[in-house]
């Protein structure tokens, strides 16, 4: 994507999928990044992030042993490394050593599953396994990562010597405090801690009775903390050996500093590796609440389908409300690359037009999306949208001129590789002279070839889009018995607002109503009204073409998802027969070979003898292996003939010319015709190429010659 529009992506809400991933990452790092998330500038790069989520998505499935990814940066670790005769704290290497288990344990779960899940595989390209950290740091700490006493020769003496110390401490103590509470010079708590040293809790009236010196009171004064003369060179004693044990603990951490920079750049990989699992482990788990998937990619152009597409942030208020979602279904390519939408206020235009633009960016921004896995998504250079009231009180900018300005912006983006979603399109103003501005940037856009969603209640609008032979009408179906929207996306035809029946499902007085009626020309009362029939006409025959399709899409989704898991079984069947019998091959081989062991005779003279018989079954077993590697071999070239041949036999057969399908009778002026899709009959009044006008009652309306069928 060559312009990332922040105003379009405040419009279509997408700074709520940033909140979600950066609520899913576990790195302050990657939560940064996620604040500031935009689309990839490289449809590749997209790709592979879509890959990844995919596999792991896979992964997850199949319910395979994949690594507990509990990630945790090591760029502190990184930082202190790089710093020459810095040290490490003990948590630094609690880190160090989890992220070197984990990537380990990567390694261990791709080699087991070689060779699927390529993309996740690439993401430790830079690493390697080993246990050297690990047995750095298991020589030096214990479970429970304190420091083993035999971590250094002076350590394991020091602490043998504070061990010493300590005992003759507390006996010299309890000696002491036996006489003292055999004279009742104790308290009730006989004794207390102070900077780290025993002392006895003597009455203050008896404190001259006991030989020591006077660390502290009570608060009342009324006891007095005394250390017993006995203990007091051994204290002493004692702080300095554990002055010593600190020293050589941070002497031991220094060294074990020292070993482990060695591997400062393998240390470097791993933070880069936790930080990809974190950003991908975001966004499958994102993925995982919408349902998403990765849909289909087309590069080659723009063209675009989105079946059974649902709006993630809609999707999840209304499953918070324990309420419906309905998806839309709709698409754009070159020969129908605007969509005018239309149809009753609150039906769902606008978040039809904010679905497609939401799921377009977090396709580019490499993330899975809630639609079907017939879904096709295009890459766009230009993604910009006109959504909603932007009044600007602070640059006093009205919500026309706010528009006008957004207005003068497209027209600097437009082009074959952008995409515009352009929402209540042409208000603001005066609707005759605002109609007719819309109308004119209307004919700039198609001629500029770029893409688009419009909504609007324009009429000038909808007859442009009906006239014009790339741009399409949509409309949001609205029930006029139930006077309530249906939030179903129809495309074919415009939408009538349905001014009326909306005004009376919100209650206003119907006396009102019909006086409003006798007001608007009759002409465009029968206008709407038609364009309203033709609208209820049309949504009974999709809905039983839909019906009819969706149970034939059912069928076959039902028939790959049983080819798929039948062949991965078989795959996996397969992978692990060869398993056991390599298994087999290597158990055999070492009971022969202990077999030869245990034959080994004890004379010298025959050993020869028995060593000979083991170089040569060593030597056929060599030859077998030689045998079954040039068969793998010469199979694997044969392979390769056949799916050569196959692809140029098919590239023949596409160059062979196809039959030619028999063309209908031309259309002719005067002649009766309908729709192929609608029971509205009409009569042909002029041709002009590839189109024709034909007169449905009182309105005029312009079809391609291939949608109309003679009657």
Same mark, same amino acid.
């Given at each position: ?5 922040e ?10 999928i940033?909140?979600?991933l950066?609520?899913?990452a ?8 996620f ?21 792991l998505?896979?992964i ?42 984990l990537?380990n ?10 060779p ?14 080993? %246990?050297?950290i ?31 110390k300590?005992?003759?401490?507390n ?30 809790t ?10 020591? +010196? ?6 009342? +004064? ?25 020293k ?11 070993q ?8 470097? /990989? ?5 930080l ?23 590069f ?20 918070? /409300? ?8 709709f ?15 609150a ?7 904010k679905?497609?633009? &939401? ?16 879904? %096709? ?5 230009? =993604?910009?949208?006109?959504i ?15 528009r ?17 979603l ?11 002279l ?8 209307f ?28 741009a ?8 006029r018995k ?25 209650? =206003? ?5 019909? !006086?409003?009626?006798?007001?608007v ?6 206008f709407?009204?038609?364009i ?8 009974? &025959? ?12 059912e ?18 069947? !397969?992978?692990?027969q ?12 070492? #009971? ?18 028995h060593?000979?018989?083991i170089?040569k ?17 010469? !199979? ?5 003939a056949k799916?050569?041949a196959?692809?140029?036999?098919k ?8 039959k ?25 009044? #002029? =041709? ?24």
């Open positions: 994507m060559r312009f990332f529009d105003q379009s992506a405040e419009d279509l809400e997408f700074p709520k940033r909140n979600w950066q609520a899913k576990q790195t302050a790092s990657i939560q940064d990044k604040k500031q998330l935009q689309t990839y500038r490289d449809h590749k790069q997209a790709e592979r992030s879509l890959v990844l989520t995919h596999e998505q896979q997850r499935n199949q319910g395979l042993r994949f690594p507990r990814l509990e990630l945790k940066e090591v760029k502190k670790e990184i930082r202190l490394l790089e710093i020459s005769g810095s040290v490490l704290e003990v948590d630094s290497f609690i880190n160090l050593l989890d992220t070197s288990r990537v344990d990567l390694f261990a779960f791709f080699k087991a599953e070689e699927s899940f390529y993309e996740l595989k690439s993401l430790l390209q830079d690493a390697y396994p080993t %246990k050297t690990e047995k750095l740091m298991e020589r030096i700490f214990d479970s429970r990562f304190k420091i083993k006493d035999d971590a250094s020769e002076d350590l394991l003496q020091i602490r043998q010597s504070i061990s010493t300590r005992r003759q401490i006996r010299n103590f309890n000696k002491v405090l036996k006489s003292a509470q055999a004279k009742g010079y104790v308290g009730d708590i006989k004794e207390n801690i102070i900077d780290n040293r025993r002392v006895l003597v009455l203050s009236s008896y404190k001259r009775m006991v030989d020591g +010196g006077v660390l502290g009171a009570s608060k009342t +004064g009324s006891l007095t903390y005394i250390e017993p003369k006995a203990n007091q060179s051994l204290n002493l004693e004692l702080d300095q050996l554990v002055d010593d044990e600190r050589e603990v941070r002497k031991i951490l220094a060294e074990l500093t020292d482990i920079r060695a591997d400062l750049h393998l240390i470097k /990989a791993y933070q880069q590796i936790v990809a699992l974190d950003e991908l482990n975001a966004k499958f788990k994102l993925a995982q609440k919408l349902g998403a998937i990765k849909p289909k990619l087309n080659s152009d723009q063209h675009f389908y989105l079946k059974d597409a649902y709006h993630p942030i809609l999707m999840q208020k209304n499953k918070a /409300a324990k309420q419906k979602t309905i998806p839309q279904t698409g754009l390519d070159a020969a129908k690359r605007i969509l005018v939408i239309s149809g009753p206020n039906g769902g235009k606008s978040i039809t037009l679905t497609m633009g &939401l799921l377009q960016l977090m396709v580019q921004a490499g993330l899975a999306v809630p639609v079907s896995t017939e879904s %096709k998504f295009a890459f766009f250079d230009y =993604i910009l949208s006109d909603g009231d932007n009044q600007s009180i602070e640059n006093q900018l009205s919500t026309y001129s706010y006008l300005q957004r207005m003068k912006f497209f027209l600097s983006k437009m082009g074959p590789k952008s995409l515009l352009l929402d209540e399109f042409g208000t603001g103003s005066d609707p005759d605002g109609g007719a501005l819309a109308e004119v940037f004919e700039k856009l198609y001629a500029s070839q770029s893409f688009g969603v419009l909504t609007t209640h324009y009429s000038n609008i909808k007859l442009k889009a009906a006239q014009l032979a790339e399409e009408n949509a409309n949001m179906l609205f029930n139930t006077l309530k929207p249906e939030y179903q996306l129809m495309v074919g035809q415009p939408g009538s607002s349905f001014t009326f029946e909306v005004a009376q499902m919100n209650g =206003i007085p119907k006396e009102m109503l019909q !006086e409003a009626r006798q007001k020309d009759s002409q465009k009362v029968k709407d009204k038609l309203s029939d033709l609208q209820r006409e049309k949504s009974v &025959l999709q809905k039983l073409k839909r019906d009819s399709y969706d149970a034939k899409v069928m076959e989704q039902q028939k790959e998802t049983y080819e798929a898991k039948s062949e991965h079984f078989e795959e996996r069947l !397969e992978r692990q060869k398993r056991i019998e390599r298994n087999d091959k290597y158990l055999s081989h070492g #009971q022969k070979m202990l077999q030869f062991i245990q034959q080994m005779p004890k004379s010298k003279s025959k050993q020869k003898d060593w000979q018989l170089k079954y060593v030597t056929i077993e060599k030859a077998k292996l030689d045998e079954a590697i040039r068969k793998a071999q010469a !199979e694997q070239r044969k392979q390769e799916q050569k196959a692809q140029q036999k590239k023949k057969k596409k160059a062979n010319p196809q030619q399908k028999v063309k209908p009778k031309p259309i002719t002026v005067g002649q009766k015709a309908k729709l192929k899709n609608s029971k509205q009959v009409g009569e042909v009044i #002029q =041709i002009d190429g590839n189109q024709a006008t034909v007169l449905f009652g009182v309105m005029k309306a312009k079809v391609k010659l291939s949608e109309l069928k003679g009657v």
